[in-house]
């Protein structure tokens, strides 16, 4: 490795530094080849693979590969990259990317789950192992974190963002940059720029035709936190809004990204977006999409090579200008400046087990989840367990590892997974730990044999491949029989624990009104069985919320809390008033909701001159928890409609019995204001309701009059 180094140094151009010394070198096509991402280079396989691959190494040493998607192994990048480095013209290095969205070989919470917890700080040191262990093998580049606000608990993605709230999925996206880019030579990505989670019917790629205004309030927030963290991409949306795809959207790529909040990174598009132009109907053909694209400030073309082949066309055209792509080249090579790909563009490859491996990361994994978990009910306070001696896990996830890694696990392998029937007999060696499936996520449900055990687990929800991307539920309750196998264990009378593994939030019905323990575990990833365990025996006291909304019905969607009063709210009086006729307005679990094995208490809410608002939370319980303050507020009167509550401040504090703890809040115009109708951020003069507790049904505290 020295010597390679060493000969890089020796014949690196002076200009490898200067990019623009290196712009006025590059051809066109080598400036096109910067634009150019392509996915998969050596997976090719068969009779034709090593023709294959050499075709394609062929093309980085033309310098026709800016970036190579899906390539992962220190071995693998090297040699791609060599051809880069030492054979090509210029050598300028390939940026090598993969989508670590929660981890990479050690796989964290889904992201919806972790948001659950609350944790910017949690979330922050899981993204920087998960940027640890993929750069550990040639990845320079996550497309993460995905910010896209989600309301509609039929969208498959919503597992993948931090939910509902804009503060609270601000925060988030802050730390996870933060996070993933630590130490500044692996590059982050803010994803999918915008309001992909609007999509009509919660279906994956649908249209969106939401207001400016909300994308300012509700969409773009996440953004700009990326922004102001340091973010050094972007990827575009597959979505329009308002009849202009995301990847061709002037507004957004350049005028709010580049001219409002000068970002100065570079966007690349989604998956093959580009070429989807042409579906829809937006672009008459590739090259047009082409043009379409990096004319309103797209910078990097994934897979679908529409600007790399009509670039030189569409510039003798006069289509396309020069200084267009300059452009766009010189913000990929300033970032990959920024990642000092020059310097160290190779991987060293001796570490890379002992970095997948490091039990650290593990212990972290395990922490991570049990964080996350949000104890629903406890009705009858089953748990925590009290040393059962004969534990009986029925349900399709109780002894499964492949889903409970989650959609989007990276390179985490389903064989590392601990099981829940697992983590329960590691937690519980001298106990007898049994599992009956009892049925799958579709099909009949099979007679159980109760006989003998104390306490019974259900471990019931979705498969992984039933959210994610291009997985839209138009139903959202428990999959196929699974209701009817937690009915059977109900009326059997014995003591049970409903453990629900999903993506989305699940429409839970007749589970959520008559289970009388209930906790929600999400995608808890390759420690799940002991962090559930961790959870279930309290060695760990839950304290997590919820992130989203639960709906009682699909019919519900979207909902979430942070919603306009309407001139004819609910409670307004008993008819002719915006309700169903058929199901209660509120959902089956409130955005910051979540129970302890502790109690709380929080009050002594105190409002300063300069409207910091502080607070005292005691545990008043018997055992040490983690309770979640939440500070709301409503605009009560204002030039443009305000939402009945907003999240604009939360603390996790874990407190020991007896003890309490001040939390402050501080309000500004930050917090306090909104767009106006002239789309000016403004703070108007009238009342502020304050609302401080342990979820988005906090009571009202006081108010306050901004003059
Ligand atoms: C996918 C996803 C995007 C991902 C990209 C690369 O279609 O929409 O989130 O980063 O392609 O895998």
Not at 686 to 702: D, I, M, Q, R
């Amino acid at each position: 490795m020295k010597k390679t180094l060493l000969a890089l140094l020796l014949t690196a151009p002076a200009f490898a530094q200067d990019i623009e010394g290196l712009l006025k070198q590059m051809t066109l096509d080598e400036k096109l080849g910067q634009i150019q991402q392509f996915s998969d280079f050596g997976f090719s396989t068969g009779p034709s693979a090593a023709a294959d691959n050499e075709k394609q190494k062929e093309r980085i040493r033309k310098g026709g590969v800016g970036s190579i998607l899906n390539c992962v192994g220190a071995k693998w990048t090297n040699e791609l990259q060599r051809e880069a480095v030492e054979k090509s013209r210029l050598k300028v290095p390939i940026l090598f990317g993969f989508d670590v969205i929660h981890g990479h070989r050690t796989t964290f919470p889904t992201p919806l789950g972790e948001a659950a917890s609350f944790d910017p700080k949690g979330c922050e040191e899981t993204a920087a192992i998960a940027a640890k262990e993929s750069r550990a093998q040639g990845v320079r580049w996550t497309f993460a974190p995905m910010v896209d606000i989600a309301r509609d608990a039929r969208w498959g993605r919503i597992v993948e963002g931090a939910g509902e709230d804009a503060y609270l999925g601000s925060k988030l996206a802050t730390a996870r940059v933060q996070g993933f880019q630590r130490g500044g030579k692996y590059a982050a990505c803010a994803k999918h720029w915008v309001a992909y989670g609007a999509a009509e019917g919660g279906r994956d790629y649908n249209t969106v035709d939401v207001s400016e205004r909300a994308l300012r309030e509700v969409y773009f927030p996440p953004f700009k936190a990326c922004v102001d963290a340091g973010v050094m991409t972007f990827m575009t949306s597959f979505n329009e809004t308002a009849g202009i795809p995301s990847t061709a959207n002037r507004f957004i790529l350049t005028d709010v990204l580049r001219k409002e909040w000068g970002f100065r990174g570079f966007v690349v598009s989604d998956y093959e977006s580009v070429d989807e132009l042409r579906n829809h109907g937006l672009s008459a053909d590739g090259a047009e999409a082409g043009l379409d694209s990096i004319n309103a400030g797209l910078d990097m073309e994934m897979v679908s090579q529409h600007i790399a082949q009509n670039g030189a066309a569409l510039i003798r055209s006069g289509k396309l200008q020069q200084s267009t792509v300059d452009e766009a080249v010189r913000r990929i090579l300033r970032v990959k400046k920024q990642l000092g790909l020059w310097e160290n563009p190779y991987t060293d490859e001796a570490p890379e087990q002992s970095v997948l491996k490091d039990p650290a990361h593990r212990a972290l994994a395990r922490t991570s989840a049990a964080r996350s978990l949000v104890l629903l009910k406890n009705d009858k306070n089953v748990l925590p367990l009290q040393s059962p001696k004969n534990i009986l896990v029925v349900g399709p996830l109780g002894d499964n590892q492949a889903d409970l890694l989650g959609p989007w696990h990276g390179d985490g392998r389903k064989e590392e997974v601990i099981t829940l029937l697992q983590g329960l007999k590691n937690r519980y060696p001298n106990a007898t730990v049994t599992f009956q499936k009892g049925c799958d996520f579709k099909g009949p449900v099979e007679t159980l044999n109760l006989a003998g055990a104390d306490v019974v687990i259900v471990a019931v929800g979705e498969a992984e491949a039933m959210s994610g991307e291009a997985r839209s539920r138009s139903m959202i309750g428990l999959p196929g029989e699974q209701e009817a196998l937690v009915k059977q264990v109900h009326n059997s009378g014995k003591p049970y624990v409903v453990t629900l593994f999903n993506g989305r939030p699940l429409a839970l019905g007749w589970v959520a009104e008559n289970c009388p323990t209930l906790l929600e575990c999400w995608f808890p990833g390759s420690e799940a069985g002991n962090a559930v365990a961790d959870v279930l025996s309290g060695d760990v006291n839950p304290g997590a919320k919820l992130p989203v909304s639960f709906p009682r019905n699909v019919g519900q969607c979207p909902i979430y809390y942070n919603h306009k009063n309407t001139g004819r709210p609910a409670n307004l009086r008993p008819e002719y008033v915006s309700t169903y006729v058929d199901v209660d307005n509120s959902p089956q679990y409130r955005f910051g909701y979540g129970l302890s094995y502790t109690t709380f208490k929080i009050d002594g809410v105190v409002v300063a001159a300069d409207h910091t608002v502080t607070a005292t939370v005691t545990n008043t319980g018997t055992r040490e928890g983690d309770e979640v303050v939440q500070l709301y507020i409503r605009d009560k009167v204002a030039s443009v409609t305000r939402p009945v509550r907003e999240l604009r401040g939360f603390q996790r504090v874990a407190l020991k019995p007896g003890a309490s703890q001040t939390v402050k809040f501080p309000l500004g115009d930050r917090e306090l204001g909104f767009y106006d109708r002239a789309m000016r951020w403004t703070v108007e003069p009238g009342e502020f309701e304050v609302y401080v507790g342990n979820s988005s049904e906090a009571p009202k505290a006081t108010s306050f009059f901004i003059q």
